[in-house]
């Protein structure tokens, strides 16, 4: 049998099969262009696999927490 493993601690479970762990470099241009994709995406939602929509709710909350980070490093650059 394969066993389940988690990413990070709300993401679904994938086959370890499946899993594979990938690193983008983004300006922060693109995250904003990829979070509004993903956004858009839940919004017009037409139904299919709710693992994969699950998956994609999880991806958007990731690439929105990299916005706010951005957004905090900015404030502070700016204080400086």
Not at 18 to 40: G, I, M, P, T
């Amino acid at each position: 049998t394969l066993t389940k493993k988690s990413m990070i601690d709300d993401q679904p479970e994938f086959d370890e099969l499946d899993d594979h762990d990938y690193h983008l470099k983004l300006y922060h241009q693109d995250l904003r262009l990829l979070h509004s994709c993903v956004e858009k995406s839940l919004q017009h939602w037409a139904g299919g696999d709710p693992e994969e929509q699950q998956a994609m709710f999880v991806m958007r909350d990731i690439l929105y927490k990299g916005l706010l980070e951005h957004q905090y490093h900015q404030l502070n650059i700016e204080r400086e």
